[in-house]
């Protein structure tokens, strides 16, 4: 691999990483609120958490780039947003399953016991919960590794700065021949997101399991 290569392998890890980490209080928070609320706004809360999965990823790149301050446009900053909001209703949808899995029973038990808010997420609704989310965070992380056209928009494909690994291959694939160093790329996308998928289905397994 060459320098350049690495220094995009590396900063996709770390914009994925990170935007994992950024959604994840907004994605258990909202998948939390889905899962007990049964309101007339659920519904459209809950299309809105969707919209990003349904729409061109080049289309949320647009409307991010209207909203992020204009520093913030054109870093790797920008790379990890546009992360965080494309794989955000993989992470919502599994968080707010896992929620709903988690007994009304077991639930009531806890509740008279005087686990109440916060003290009965953490002591029982997390660690209940916790395969689902953990899949979800995965997904989301696996999601933000092959991100491309959001990031294009609001990020650039600045070598060194903002060209993450689906970035680097698109430029090489462009270039008169790139072949080898395309193939190089494309290999190492597909190991990675493999890892990450393996992993993501080792949680899921335990999540669903009687």
Do not use: C, K
């Not at 994992?20 to 007339?40: K, Y």
């Not at 999965?53 to 947003?81: H, S």
């Amino acid at each position: 691999m060459t320098t350049a290569e690495w220094v995009a392998t590396l900063l996709s890890l770390r914009v994925a990483l990170v935007a994992t980490a950024l959604a994840a209080i907004p994605s258990i928070g909202l998948g939390w609120w889905l899962a007990r609320s049964d309101g007339w706004w659920t519904g459209p809360v809950q299309f809105a958490s969707l919209l990003p999965l349904a729409l061109p990823p080049v289309v949320t790149g647009y409307a991010l780039l209207a909203v992020l301050p204009r520093g913030m446009a054109f870093t790797w900053w920008a790379a990890v947003i546009a992360s965080a909001v494309v794989g955000l209703p993989l992470f919502v949808q599994l968080a707010r399953s896992g929620i709903e899995a988690v007994s009304d029973d077991v639930l009531d038990a806890a509740r008279a016991d005087g686990a109440t808010g916060w003290r009965l997420f953490a002591d029982i609704i997390a660690p209940l919960s916790l395969p689902w989310i953990a899949a979800g965070a995965l997904l989301h992380f696996t999601r933000g590794l092959g991100e491309f056209g959001a990031t294009l928009i609001v990020a650039g494909n600045l070598p060194g700065s903002t060209q993450t690994l689906p970035l680097a291959l698109y430029s090489s694939i462009q270039q008169i021949g790139g072949e080898t160093a395309s193939l190089r790329l494309a290999l190492i996308t597909v190991l990675l997101a493999a890892v990450s998928l393996g992993v993501a289905r080792v949680m899921w397994r335990r999540a669903v399991r009687p």
